[in-house]
């Protein structure tokens, strides 16, 4: 597929779905929310449908996994005292990263809003939950159980573009922290702090890339 920066690929004409039918409004549609699909971080106060909540979290029953292992677990946070702890303790590594910057790169950093954990009204927490036994396809490549859980949360932000709502990936969480501020099984390991609900801004593109932290580069690829 063939695009102009910035633009979606075109869809290969005369293609066809599985039904038979054709396929461009299918791959047109999927290539539309893959490139408007964004990193909220700024999120209206409206509740989201217990029944929007559940049809997202069906996509972990579709997700790819190693070994259809499966290997993760949801803990939906809406409690508002459950947020405001792990609020808390994005503000330590907050804190602690801004350090990493100096002069005019940390008072950027330092104006920069990197979460919604109170303004979203629902939270996400999803954690790799390793299987009891052994995992078929990870003998070489173990991290393959982890690298599964990733696939799948990329696979639910872009049903949560499809729905008209807005997802934000908090990385600055401690894992260790999320597990003392909300109970999850035994075993399980948090990679994720999802913030979801219906976004208050509409981002043309990346917001970090708005605001001159960086700007998205040319993908190399290697032809062999």
Known sequence: ?????????QPHS??????GQPADRDAEALWRILTTRRDHRHFLSDPV?????????????????VGLSQPW??????????????????????AAESQR????????????RLEGI????????VSHLPPAGPTLGTTSMPTASEYSVVSAITLLWLAVTAEGLGMGWVSL???????????????ARPMAYLCLGYPALCL??????????????PQPVGWL
């Open 49 to 65: 449908p217990r029944e929007t909540i559940e049809r997202l979290l069906e996509v972990f029953d579709v997700a790819p996994s």
């Open 73 to 94: 677990h949801v803990t939906v946070v809406q409690d508002r005292g459950a947020r405001e702890a792990i609020h808390a303790g994005f503000r330590e590594v907050r």
């Open 1 to 9: 597929m063939n695009s102009a920066p910035g633009h979606p690929p």
């Open 101 to 112: 910057f100096e002069g005019e790169r940390r008072r950027l950093y330092n104006s920069l």
């Open 173 to 187: 969480v401690d894992p260790a922290h999320l597990s003392d501020a909300v109970p999850l099984p035994a075993g």
């Open 204 to 217: 043309d593109e990346p917001l970090l890339q708005t605001v001159g932290w960086g700007r998205r580069a």
């Open 14 to 19: 005369g293609a066809l779905d599985a039904a």
């Open 118 to 125: 109170l303004e979203a009204p629902v939270g996400l927490i």
